[in-house]
T-cell receptor, first 113, second 116 residues
């Protein structure tokens, strides 16, 4: 059973601070990793994906991947109240066949003005 | 550039009725995925389809649920004889392919099903 674990939160940070969201996964062979943002009552929206060990930056967002530790994180710099949402980590299984995503339960982020 | 489209956005059914949920993938995408999100729960994979083929239905209940993606028209998720436990948000996602760099899934707005 492939698992993706996230702290459910809520994680509260003041406006302008760095929010750090963490995710661990059980499938050692996983090759790609996705972060989605989901506002209450809305659909998941892709934030970033990462394939290689290390950091990947896109605007205020940085994804960090450590395959040896089976750990992926998302940093949000200069957090804004509009970043308040649930952040979902998603991992497809390793190997050919199916690319369904296994989602963590999500971390609820609250950015306090 | 239309994204993934789903309809209806909200659907109310009485117990025992049938629910039909439709999904049109993004232009150029040939892979469709259905996920279910129960209240206060995470997203759970149900079924993965390509045109005229079900690739993986391992997440779909064996009874009452079926899915198709015909050669023409949208993908359809069908729930027969709905029960209250089927009340959830059903999301469709699509991707252009399934190799690395082609597998990124984009989600539609979802269909909120309420069973009375």
């Amino acid at each position: 059973q492939k698992e993706v674990e996230q702290n459910s939160g809520p994680l509260s940070v003041p406006e302008g601070a760095i929010a750090s969201l963490n995710c661990t996964y059980s499938d050692r062979g996983s090759q790609s990793f996705f972060w989605y943002r989901q506002y209450s009552g809305k659909s998941p929206e892709l934030i970033m994906f990462i394939y290689s060990n290390g950091d990947k930056e896109d605007g205020r967002f940085t994804a960090q991947l450590n395959k040896a530790s089976q750990y992926v994180s998302l940093l949000i710099r200069d957090s804004q109240p509009s970043d308040s949402a649930t952040y979902l980590c998603a991992v497809p299984p390793f190997g050919a066949g199916s690319y369904q995503l296994t989602f963590g339960k999500g971390t609820k982020l609250s950015v306090i003005p | 550039n239309a994204g993934v489209m789903q309809n209806p956005r909200h659907l109310v059914r009485r117990r025992g009725q049938e629910a039909r949920l439709r999904c049109s993938p993004m232009k150029g995408h040939s892979h469709v995925y259905w996920y279910r999100q129960l209240p206060e729960e995470g997203l759970k994979f149900m079924v993965y389809l390509q045109k005229e083929n079900i690739i993986d239905e391992s997440g779909m209940p064996k009874e009452r649920f079926s899915a198709e993606f015909p050669k023409e028209g949208p993908s359809i998720l069908r729930i027969q004889q709905v029960v209250r436990g089927d009340s959830a948000a059903y999301f469709c996602a699509s991707s252009p392919g399934r190799t690395v760099n082609q597998e990124t899934q984009y989600f539609g707005p979802g269909t909120r099903l309420l069973v009375l």
